[in-house]
């Protein structure tokens, strides 16, 4: 017992008697049960505790009323548009940033470090910074926007410049999450591909995409979970037009605004689920998959 | 299919400290006649895998060819070269199995699926490796994991066959087991093989011809015994094999070991007294038992039991040198560290002592020595 005492967690351990009452406690407060506790608690409460007042709120203002709301005409709009533009900013984004990683991961260039800190402005830039940046270049009067406004082409205040912005504020996610994954798997695969006759598109296709493809499908629900939830940018350079240009995001501060509860709470809950679906179904397929090759 | 490399040289680029770079490949040429097994010798980082992969494509030379078939290569791509390449760290493609693995050079030249249904069993077969067509790379041992890079590399029916250090991460007796296998194969295949290795038992088991590299450049092409018996610089003198290199000095048809003389003969010897090295093999020197042969006096210092031969270090007049005796003919077991011995080089190179360079050789002969 005088041992078990002065004894600390390690030791004790390693002692083959049980540990008495005293000792249990002690291990129990020991440094790591201490530091789950400390992330679980942290965890409840920025996460947890605001998704479960969430839910609370869609029952309290009325079930009904919140499904009601999301069923109304600008609702769906929103949330198509919402939808479109993500669908769109992704397949972009995935494109590029596949082949920006690529070029990051295996070139040599001048500049390369400037153009890594410089890939990352996007996501560190205020969006609503960004927005007006593109209301600068793309508005009627901007340096782009009058060459398109003369052709007839509207940026701002419509879909392309709400598509730009998303692209705009998702840009690095891809890349970000693809560039680790190639360097590690590094290019003795692709060689290996390419002596047994592979050509370039070959190689490609059947051995770097699988090599990368969680890293990719990460990327993908990355970029998708922030397009779905941009608002600074977008509703800059949307001006949030109901019915015509206004995203899900805005929808909701359009409601909460004018205080009706229901729809900004059901129409939150649907787009929480959505991201929180996303990354859990991409982690169930990777573990799926990966059970037997890892 | 024949290859020829001839004049090839690669300069990796420098990374910005360094502006020279790395010159890995310096003035490399040799040539491997159609189905023979050739061995690319030398120390790690000595450049002999970049010439493998230059001769793959994988790597492209500043200057000089690959001849195939007497045809130069230099403009085709990797994929149009037809080698099999075996990596040193079997490069398998981790998320297909070690069927889907093998069956990749002939899906993508298209075969039909019957067919590469049937080569596919009959590589399994050949490397042994029926029953484990479903497992992926990462449930595989190492020498199982070797063995399906190599049916991989021999599906496609390569003209080449390439093999990167295929042994190196293996350990010693799965080693000796595939470096026997690969022999056999190649006997069965006959394909035109490059195996790199930095090591020499490994080269000289298992090539037909050597090509020794340091530092970028060849240093002598030839059968195992002739790099062994007769190495043409220094370096292969020393880096093939156990060797003593004892300094000496060369006046005439002298030469000087300390106090010690060793009359030479054959030996082109320049006109004035001229620093050499002495290379001779442990197993080359003799203790000879006749009191009135010519010898090398010498002190045993230690006497070391190595299962097969004994082992003793000799004091050359102060020099220390290295000598094996077979367990059969030896009396060794008798000697005391202590006792004063008399030995007969029965074998020796010279070389000038100047660094990396060989225009002095010494005809191996066996010799007479007297004090």
């Avoid at chain 2, 493609?93 to 009959?122: M, S």
Wanted: hydrophobic share 45%.
């Amino acid at each position: 017992m005088r041992e078990n005492q002065v004894s600390d967690g390690g030791s004790a351990a390693a002692n083959p008697k049980p540990p008495a009452g005293r000792s249990r406690m002690r291990r129990a407060l020991g440094p790591e049960n201490l530091m789950i506790g400390a992330v679980v608690v942290w965890f409840s409460v920025l996460v947890l505790f605001p998704l479960g007042a969430m839910v609370r709120g869609v029952f309290d203002s009325g079930f009904a009323d919140s499904i009601r709301s999301l069923g109304s005409p600008v609702a769906l709009h929103a949330f198509w548009l919402t939808l479109g533009i993500t669908v769109v900013a992704v397949i972009i984004n995935t494109f590029f940033g596949v082949i920006v990683a690529l070029v990051l991961a295996r070139q040599r260039f001048v500049g390369k470090l400037l153009f890594n800190g410089v890939l990352d402005l996007p996501f560190a830039l205020s969006p609503v910074v960004a927005g007006f940046m593109f209301i600068v270049l793309f508005g009627p009067n901007g340096w782009l926007g009058r060459w398109f406004e003369a052709g007839g082409i509207r940026i701002i205040f419509a879909l392309p410049g709400m598509v730009l912005a998303t692209i705009f504020i998702t840009l690095p996610f891809v890349t970000r999450e693809v560039v680790p994954v190639l360097q590690e798997a590094g290019t003795e695969q692709e060689d290996a591909a390419r002596t047994l006759g592979a050509d370039g598109w070959q190689t490609f296709r059947r051995i770097t995409v699988p090599s990368i493809r969680w890293g990719l499908g990460y990327g993908v629900c990355l970029t998708a979970s922030r397009a779905l939830g941009e608002f600074g940018a977008v509703l800059i350079v949307s001006g949030s037009v109901i019915g015509k240009t206004q995203t899900a995001t805005s929808y909701i501060h359009q409601e909460f605004t004018d205080f009706h509860y229901a729809g900004a709470f059901a129409a939150s809950l649907v787009l929480a689920v959505a991201s929180f679906l996303m990354l859990m179904t991409m982690e169930v397929i990777r573990r799926r998959v990966t059970a037997r090759m890892e | 299919m024949s290859i020829v490399v001839s004049h090839v040289s690669k300069r990796f680029r420098a990374e910005r400290e360094k502006k020279e770079g790395f010159l890995a490949v310096d003035d490399a040429s040799f040539e491997v006649p159609r189905g023979h097994l050739l061995a690319l010798l030398g120390p790690s980082g000595s450049g002999k895998s970049t010439i493998l992969r230059i001769i793959a494509g994988l790597e492209i030379p500043d200057s000089g060819e690959v001849l195939m078939d007497g045809r130069v290569v230099s403009g085709r791509p990797v994929h149009q070269r037809g080698v099999g390449f075996v990596f040193q760290h079997y490069a398998l493609f981790k998320h297909a199995t070690a069927e889907k693995n093998i069956a990749f050079g002939l899906e993508v030249r298209k075969w039909p699926r019957g067919e590469i249904q049937k080569r596919v069993r009959e590589l399994l077969d050949l490397v042994q490796l029926r029953g484990y067509e479903d497992r992926y790379p990462s449930q595989l041992s190492g020498g199982q994991r070797q063995r399906v890079a190599l049916a991989r590399a021999l599906a496609p029916r390569p003209n080449v066959l390439l093999l990167d250090e295929p042994f190196g991460a293996l350990d010693a007796k799965v080693r000796r087991n595939l470096a026997a296998q690969l022999r056999a194969l190649h006997k069965e295949v006959h394909t035109t093989t490059i195996f790199v290795t930095h090591d020499q038992e490994e080269a000289i088991e298992i090539a037909d011809e050597i090509v020794v590299i340091n530092r970028g450049r060849v240093e002598q092409v030839g059968t195992a015994a002739e790099v062994y018996d007769r190495p043409a610089t220094k370096f292969v003198a020393s880096f093939i094999g156990n060797v003593n290199v004892i300094e000496a000095t060369v006046d005439g048809e002298t030469a000087y070991l300390g106090p010690k003389r060793l009359p030479i003969r054959g030996f082109d010897a320049p006109p004035h007294a001229r620093d050499v090295v002495l290379l001779v093999r442990p197993e080359d020197i003799e203790i000879i038992e006749d009191e009135t042969a010519p010898g090398l006096e010498c002190t045993i210092r230690e006497i070391r039991y190595r299962g097969d031969r004994y082992e003793q270090e000799l004091d050359l007049a102060g020099l220390p040198v290295r000598m094996t005796e077979d367990k059969m003919r030896g009396q060794t077991c008798e000697r005391r560290p202590g006792d004063r011995v008399r030995v007969r080089l029965n074998k020796y190179a010279l070389f000038e002592a100047e660094k990396g360079h060989a225009a002095l050789r010494a005809q191996l002969e066996t010799l007479g020595y007297i004090e």
